[in-house]
């Protein structure tokens, strides 16, 4: 068997919402490249069927992990500024 492939779990739309809490207009709208909501990190979906699709859900914990490091650079740049007014 390969391993590789039994460690992909995928998550369907519904799990995305829940996880991410965004809606499915706002998953679609980061999709959409005409969206002021664009998120060209934003992970793009896995076709299952015609009617259906499933994200990759270390892609979406990735997603999320590059969200708030991405935060954190910005609160300690700030935190640096408020430094130098305590001293």
């Given at each position: 068997t390969?391993?590789?492939?039994q460690?992909?779990?995928l998550?369907r739309?519904?799990?995305v919402?829940?996880i991410?809490?965004i809606?499915?207009s706002?998953i679609?709208?980061?999709?959409?490249?005409?969206s002021?909501q664009?998120?060209?990190d934003f992970?793009r979906?896995?076709a299952?069927?015609s009617?259906?699709?499933a994200?990759?859900e270390?892609?979406?914990?990735r997603y999320?992990?590059?969200?708030a490091?991405?935060?954190?650079?910005?609160?300690n740049?700030?935190?640096k500024?408020?430094?130098h007014?305590?001293?």
């Open positions: 390969n391993t590789s492939m460690q992909h779990r998550l739309r519904k799990q919402e829940q991410l809490n809606s499915r706002t679609y709208a980061k999709l959409n490249q005409k002021t664009f998120d060209p992970p979906p896995i299952l069927g009617m259906s699709v994200w990759l270390d892609e979406i914990q999320i992990a590059k969200r490091a991405s935060r954190t650079i910005v609160e740049a700030s935190a500024g408020a430094g007014a305590h001293k």
